[in-house]
């Protein structure tokens, strides 16, 4: 521990007021019981602690083991997985590939059309949720949970009724979250935004007691303590970057007059958030705009590239109040339909409807809680299996594709590969390997799905010891 670890308090003891914050920060735990957010025993949650993923450290989203496969496949266009073993006797009704959110309602929906059917899910990582991850921590003998992809039900309201049913299938009513999620968490301990200049780009490690970036819809942070021009004048910045800055964070009034008010949304949609600053508002500061770059994040593009719209509204870079879209994401439903875990409880109340015996308990309250057995997955004889550390890398018809009664696939556990029979199966795994799994596509769907590139962006959970009054910094 250095100097700056101790100026953070990073040598002082875990308190009650210890806080995860994600990537876009919010911590909902009015679906706890009271205290239990921070106070459950370790053992509470593992049933099956020996094969407990979710008390797994280090890389998860794509952890090693998960994507070696997918990669031969994709880069080395592997083809010959060696000796193909049969895995299972029956025929599957439904093999499902992925058991991300999508792979999992879509699982849900065939059972609840055909309540006998036979469903095997596949999925390489070693946890079900796909991007829905849960993350827990033992710390102290005390267990926390947090999200380690996915964090929201965003804007439930404008789902469509399809999505609607399955929440309601599964238990969730969403107006639970207006008692359970604590909106006043952050006030009330006077958390606010920060924004931390790092030495390696500043010549400085520096955090001013600011955001850059205006997350009130996401998550209504405390007031910060300075102003805006004490803010920028504590900002290891040049002169010119400085007064750029304090221009577009002061800026008000619609300044985009060429574009009619109603047209600017589309507007902003189509040029990049770069163009808007120089075009319309004069930046042309490159210290500033590298700085504004550094806070892109999960847009996981660069300032040249991204819609001007999406990573102002969304993200909350600085620049929206200069249009006639000033104060929009007042109109959204709030940022309040947050389970602890984020939306890992949405595939858990999935997996737990469809195999029962796998966590106790019926409801959206208790699944927050509920002690999840994996070794419980898979078992023979269950109507619904979810196969883990499974990827699948063919898919292909019996016989002529338009007159095959079943399909075969193919997937890769540790060394060996093996072979599925199936009535149907559903891709709901990444977009641009269905080309490589699925041969017999049309040429023009192959070319359509190979298009999906996936960017990294890597999201941390850390464990902090907050004594500075800081609820979400942005690390530039
Ligand atoms: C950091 C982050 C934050 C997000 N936050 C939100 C949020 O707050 N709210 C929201 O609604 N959405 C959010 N999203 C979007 C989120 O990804 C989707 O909402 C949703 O979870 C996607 O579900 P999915 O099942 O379609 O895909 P995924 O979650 O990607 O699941 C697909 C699964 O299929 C597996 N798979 C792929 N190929 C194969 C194969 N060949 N064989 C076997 N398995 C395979 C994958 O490994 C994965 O487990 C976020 C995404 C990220 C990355």
């Not at 450290?57 to 794509?62: A, C, F, K, Q, T």
């Not at 999992?104 to 079900?128: E, M």
């Not at 940022?335 to 939306?343: A, K, L, Q, S, T």
Request: glycine fraction near 8%.
């Amino acid at each position: 521990m250095d100097k700056t670890d101790r100026r953070l308090g990073m040598q002082q003891a875990i308190s009650r007021r210890d806080f995860i914050n994600g990537v876009a920060a919010a911590t909902a735990s009015g679906l706890v019981p009271g205290t239990a957010f921070a106070n459950l025993p370790v053992t509470a949650s593992a049933a099956s602690a020996g094969n407990y993923p979710p008390l797994q450290s280090g890389l998860r989203g794509s952890h090693r083991g998960s994507f070696e496969v997918a990669h031969q496949l994709m880069w080395a266009g592997r083809q010959d997985w060696g000796r193909i073993d049969t895995a299972d006797a029956e025929v599957y009704d439904l093999v499902v590939v992925g058991a991300g959110i999508s792979g999992l309602a879509s699982a849900h929906t065939f059972k609840k059309q055909y309540p006998g059917a036979r469903v095997l899910i596949l999925d390489n990582h070693d946890d079900f949720g796909g991007h829905a991850k849960r993350n827990e921590f033992a710390i102290k003998g005390k267990t926390v949970i947090g999200y380690g992809g996915a964090q929201a039900l965003e804007n439930p309201g404008e789902y469509s009724a399809f999505s609607k049913q399955i929440l309601s299938d599964i238990g969730v009513d969403t107006s639970r979250f207006n008692t359970a999620y604590d909106r006043e968490f952050f006030r009330r301990h006077r958390l606010c935004g920060a924004t931390f200049f790092a030495e390696s780009r500043f010549g400085t490690n520096h955090l001013v007691r600011y955001p850059l970036m205006d997350y009130t819809w996401f998550v209504p942070f405390a007031q910060p303590p300075l102003s805006t021009k004490e803010a920028v004048q504590q900002m290891p910045l040049g002169q010119s970057a400085r007064r750029e800055l304090l221009m577009l964070l002061e800026i008000k009034g619609d300044h985009l007059t060429e574009v009619p008010a109603a047209e600017q949304q589309d507007y902003l949609s189509r040029i990049s958030y770069r163009d808007f600053l120089e075009r319309h508002l004069g930046v042309h500061d490159k210290e500033l705009l590298s700085v504004l770059q550094g806070l892109t994040c999960d847009e996981a593009v660069s300032i040249e590239v991204v819609p001007a719209l999406n990573i102002m509204v969304y993200l909350g870079l600085p620049g929206l109040n200069a249009t006639a879209l000033a104060g929009i994401n007042a109109t959204r439903e709030p940022y309040i339909y947050h389970f602890p875990d984020g939306n890992a409880s949405i595939a858990r109340l999935l997996v737990r409807k469809m195999i029962p015996r796998v966590a106790p308990g019926s409801t959206m309250d208790d699944i927050v809680l509920a002690p999840f057995d994996y070794s419980r997955l898979d078992e023979r004889g269950s109507d619904v299996r979810i196969r883990l550390n499974s990827t699948v890398v063919r898919a292909v018809h019996n016989g002529d594709p338009q007159s095959a009664k079943d399909v075969s696939i193919t997937y890769v556990r540790g060394e060996q590969a093996f072979k599925v029979t199936a009535r149907s199966c559903v891709m709901a795994g990444y977009n641009a390997m269905i080309p490589r799994i699925c041969p017999e596509l049309p040429e023009k769907q192959k070319a359509a799905l190979a298009l999906a590139v996936k960017c990294p962006i890597l999201s941390i959970t850390h464990m902090l010891s907050n004594k500075a009054g800081i609820a979400r910094v942005q690390f530039d």
